[in-house]
């Protein structure tokens, strides 16, 4: 079946520090990848995704690219800021064809902390 | 922007009882989809409505059931309610494009 694996334990750092999360995915099909951030107290807000292969995601300094060859999709931002401490989710989606997408399968998450 | 609106934001049950978790997407999307994420977990996909008719089913307790109503609102029923279902659920929407945007979520805590 279709999985997605982030890196393990949590990442502590400190304000203005560069950040990698890890991610890689198996799936059967053709996936769209997502990163998803939740901010302690609410829902999943969609921080950034790809649809193909070499597809650049990014969005408020946070950047992922499609690797196809790797079935990686690495979160990274060069400086991070304490607002940034939240947990971070990894998900596909398979392409099932016309207007409706498949249910998201996530990683298990990994949660940033970043001191001042 | 509108966002998918879930009721009630907390809930507070006793075994054995039942509760019911509502969810209004956001205007003009037309799937539906339910998570359940347990305490330090990730979010798990329960089940999905695609205009009203159910599109895909997931790891759903046979105690749970749920449509989708003409206003394409959602309704996740769970009854014999055990200690193991408290948790996170999520409810998400989408169309088109397909991307998912989520609710605040509903805790359940079974006592």
């Known amino acids: 079946g279709d999985s997605v694996t982030q890196m393990e334990g949590p990442v502590t750092l400190s304000e203005e520090a560069f950040l990698t999360i890890n991610c890689t995915y198996t799936a059967t099909g053709y996936p769209s990848l997502f990163w998803y951030v939740q901010y302690p107290g609410e829902g999943l807000q969609l921080l950034l995704k790809?649809?193909?292969?070499?597809d650049k995601g990014s969005n408020k300094g946070f950047e992922a690219t499609y690797r196809k060859e790797t079935t990686s999709f690495h979160l990274e931002k060069g400086s991070v800021q304490v607002s940034d401490s939240a947990v971070y989710f990894c998900?596909?989606?398979?392409?099932?064809?016309?207007?409706?997408?498949?249910?998201?399968?996530f990683g298990q998450g990994t949660i940033l902390t970043v001191h001042p | 922007a509108a966002g998918v609106i879930q009721s009630p934001r907390h809930l507070i049950k006793e075994k054995r009882e039942t509760a019911t978790l509502k969810c209004y997407p956001i205007?003009?999307?037309?799937?539906v989809y339910w998570y359940q994420q347990g305490p330090g977990q990730d979010p798990q996909f329960l089940i999905s409505f695609y205009e009203k008719m159910q599109s895909d089913k997931g790891s759903i307790p046979d105690r749970f059931s749920a449509q989708q109503f003409s206003d394409y609102h959602s309704e996740l029923n769970m009854s014999s309610l055990e200690l193991g279902d408290s948790a996170l659920y999520f409810c998400?929407?989408?169309?088109?494009?397909?991307?998912?945007?989520f609710g605040a979520g509903t805790r359940l805590s079974v006592l």
């Open positions: 790809a649809t193909k292969a070499d």
């Open positions: 205007p003009r999307h037309d799937t």
């Open positions: 998900a596909l989606t398979i392409n099932a064809g016309g207007t409706s997408y498949g249910k998201l399968t």
């Open positions: 998400a929407s989408s169309h088109g494009e397909g991307i998912q945007y």
